[in-house]
Each structure stands twice: as C-alpha cells, then as structure tokens.
C-alpha cells in the first residue's frame, strides 16, 4: 500500500521560511513527478510546484523566486523550501506523487496535507 506523509508546516511570521517534506512508502518500482498543491479556504486545490524524476521543475507564478522544490531520489522524498512566506501562501499543502507500483503505472498518489499558517 503505497503512501505519502508531508510534515513540515507550522505557523510563521510573514517574511519567514518553512521547508516541507513529503515521503514516500510501500512497495514503489519507480516515481514518476512529484509535486506539491495547495488549497486555502474557500478556494479550489492549486499547483504549487512539480518536479520529475530528471529534475525539471515547474513552478505557479505567485511562488516562482521564494519556493524551491527538490526530491532525494533515493529516500522517495520531496522537498518544499518556502521563502519570504505572505499571509496569502496560508493553506493546506498537499504533496502528490505520480508513480509504478503494483496496483498500476502512472497512478497519481495524494498525502493527507500539512497546514500552513503565515499570520503575525
């Protein structure tokens, strides 16, 4: 059963940075794009930022310059470096995996989320 578990969020002051994380378990052949999303109050599930297995990432325009995301291969992690945080980055970030696993190629895999809160 395969899963993913983000931890990292937190409350932070505006102009403050959070990094979060996101692991992925189970019986997993290859991953394909991992990427983060995010859904404020009210508000329908965004891209935040993606990220293949060769590296290319793709970023939304409101984040490009503050967010940076990475992924360790090898531990099936990603990673979300949030930078000079605005009260309006304030959602539920969700990390989602593309990937081969036994129940079928090119499954899209969602964590539960972590909140994130920049409010002074």
């Known amino acids: 059963q395969v899963q993913l578990v983000e931890s990292g969020g937190g409350l932070v002051q505006p102009g403050g940075s959070l990094r979060l994380s996101c692991a992925a378990s189970g019986t997993i052949f290859s991953i394909n794009v991992m990427g983060w999303y995010r859904q404020a109050p009210e508000k329908h599930r965004e891209l935040v930022a993606t990220i293949t297995s060769g590296g290319s990432t793709n970023y939304a325009d409101s984040v490009k310059g503050r967010f940076t995301i990475s992924r360790d291969n090898a531990k099936k992690t990603v990673y979300l470096q949030m930078n000079s945080l605005k009260p309006e980055d304030t959602a539920v970030y969700y990390c989602?995996?593309?990937?081969?696993?036994?129940?079928?190629?090119?499954?899209?895999?969602w964590g539960k989320g972590t909140l994130v809160t920049v409010s002074s």
């Open positions: 989602k995996a593309n990937l081969w696993a036994p129940e079928g190629y090119g499954m899209d895999y």
